[in-house]
DNA sequence: CTGTGTGCAAACTCTTTGCATAAGT
DNA sequence: ACTTATGCAAAGAGTTTGCACACAG
């Protein structure tokens, strides 16, 4: 049994395929950043902005400091495993779900909704001007109360 | 011949229909809105940020403080005038087009194009949750080098 | 005149940075 | 040991605010 299969098993036995996620994007698994992780990844899909973020860490019992919040959000938005969102100018939000979908956003209460990813369809997009290609395209439904 | 009758024909004569659109949306036609207001609207269709159009003034040489550009910005936005667009959440951009449009935004030059409002069509829309309606949809097409 | 608008500087929010210390491998 | 990550506090950008003075109606 070599050293490899040791972590490997040690891995799966704490349940935390999380430390070979952000080991496979390069990160190394600390303290604060599997904190971090599991906050962000143990529950289904979450927005998030750094304030928030960091003081559920702190509630939590974790100490990780807001530079740190910071850092880990854009290390892990590089890795794939976040998106951020443009959507109130305000603050950064950044959205667990990395597949293509799209958001309601309640302007005055500053919530984000999810839109499942199959039911909004984009029709006639024009061609983009030469020498760029489309990266991706954001809906952002804007409510109101009624 | 009454005073407002003056006060018309001078309007017309300077050819300023700006005056009378700050006047209707309750806006006194001050200096400093005056030369925003020709600005902003004097030519075609424009995206701008506080910063911008503040130098733009300086340089034409109107003074106006940037606290009276934020202010005026945001009462033109609130007197329909404008349309405020989050785009990439580090600072405001102003749209003057505030009609049904939307955006080709390229993430590395910051560059903003408007789409035309008649192109695109979006489908599928679920329903908005309870006690929301939809203020308005945003659609954004983010760009990259090709 | 009266009330609104403006300018200035200070304050505020969110975010980034520099550098010494701590922790992971 | 060596390298990367963290924490702190200070700095930075963009925006807002409070209040005295100026101007439009």
Known sequence: MTD?????????ENGSELSERLRVAGLRP???RLALA??????????VSAELLHSEALDSGEHVSLATVYNTLHQFTQAGLLRELA?????AYFDTNTSNHNHFFHEQDGELIDIPGNSIRVDGLPQPPDGTRISHID????LVKK
């Open 87 to 91: 959507i109130d100018g305000a603050k």
């Open 30 to 32: 600390t303290r604060q």
């Open 139 to 142: 809906v952002v439904v804007r």
């Open 4 to 12: 490899k299969m040791v972590l490997e098993i040690k891995d799966v």
């Open 38 to 47: 599991t906050l962000l990844f143990g529950s289904g899909d979450r927005h």
